[in-house]
């Protein structure tokens, strides 16, 4: 069965850095998402993506974060200037383009962890 | 905004019995999601509701989406030890992005 990929699996970063925490969506999907899970904690919404720009985005994802399909198959998200409280799981998830009745599968996550 | 609460928060239980969970929303849904999530993992779709009243199974598992479309539970009957994990709802209107929001979460422990 298609499944979405994320990576890395982990990364480490010093606070002030940028970071890109990557995805490939399942193929044949056209909706795309970024949600962030802190330790211990519900899973939240970033942002959606669809047509090549944001349609959705959380007071999360402020003006530190962007996310980008730079071609057919990857989805990234880049932190500008991570803070110690970015440190979290990321899911990466997508969905088909028919409405409505398609539930989105997400990928395993990046945990981002900053020191 | 929008808030699932789900409970209980931990179910502690013995391999074989069986579980129920629930979760509850002040705000309408058109959808409703049921995911589990095993550590260091993302979360697996279980069942997915579109349809007020609607109970859908799938293996031992069973869900219903609420009448008022601001509730769901789920089932689990006879529960063995790889049923442990977070159990999460979800929630989506249909709009432009069908952006998910996600319950609290109920920690399943199953003892063999």
């Known amino acids: 069965e298609p499944e979405v990929t994320q990576t890395p699996s982990h990364q480490v970063t010093q606070m002030g850095q940028e970071v890109i925490l990557r995805c490939v969506p399942i193929?044949?999907?056209?909706?795309f998402y970024w949600y962030r899970q802190i330790l211990g904690q519900k899973v939240e919404f970033l942002v959606s993506?669809?047509?090549?720009?944001?349609?959705?985005k959380s007071e999360i994802f402020d003006d530190q974060f962007s996310v980008e399909r730079p071609d057919g198959s990857n989805f990234t998200l880049k932190i500008r200037s991570t803070k110690l409280e970015d440190s979290a799981m990321y899911f990466c998830?997508?969905?088909?383009?028919?409405?409505?009745?398609?539930?989105?599968?997400f990928g395993d996550g990046t945990r981002l962890s900053i020191l | 905004g929008q808030q699932l609460n789900q409970s209980p928060q931990s179910m502690f239980i013995q391999e074989g019995e069986d579980v129920s969970m629930n979760c509850t929303s002040s705000?309408?849904?058109?959808?409703w999601l049921w995911y589990k999530q095993d550590p260091g993992e993302g979360p697996v779709l279980l069942i997915a509701?579109?349809?007020?009243?609607e109970l859908t199974s799938n293996g031992r598992l069973t869900a219903q989406f609420g009448i008022t479309r601001k509730d769901s539970f789920l089932n689990i009957s006879a529960s063995i030890p790889s049923d442990v994990g977070i159990y999460f709802c979800?929630?989506?209107?249909?709009?432009?992005?069908?952006?998910?929001?996600f319950g609290t979460g109920t920690l399943l422990a199953v003892q063999p």
């Open positions: 193929s044949n999907h056209l909706y």
């Open positions: 979800a929630g989506s209107s249909w709009g432009a992005t069908n952006k998910l929001i």
């Open positions: 998830a997508s969905r088909h383009p028919r409405q409505g009745r398609q539930p989105q599968h």
């Open positions: 509701l579109y349809k007020a009243g």
């Open positions: 993506f669809y047509n090549n720009e944001i349609s959705e």
């Open positions: 705000s309408i849904f058109n959808t």
